[in-house]
């Protein structure tokens, strides 16, 4: 897997998984339980993985749709 999106911002992440799942481009977003260490402030990004083979589409779906600083 390698990762397509970081970001803080949860929305962010649940829009493009939305615009992801319409595309039927699985993706798998991590470090979602960092908030028990972090104290549920923000400061640790959440990053959303995509498998190899769907990397450059699902990058285009995002760019696509307003997304900057994609990986």
């Given amino acids: 897997m390698k990762e397509l999106l970081r970001s803080n911002n949860p929305t962010d992440i649940a829009f493009a998984k939305a ?13 979602v339980n960092m908030s028990v260490l972090e104290g ?4 640790f990004p959440r990053r959303l993985m995509v498998l190899d083979a ?3 589409e699902a990058r285009i ?11």
């Fill in 19 to 31: 615009l992801l799942d319409g595309e039927d481009i699985d993706c798998f977003e991590m470090d």
């Fill in 40 to 43: 549920s402030i923000g400061i």
């Fill in 54 to 56: 769907d990397l450059e």
């Fill in 61 to 71: 779906v995002l760019s696509d749709n307003g997304f900057k600083g994609i990986s």
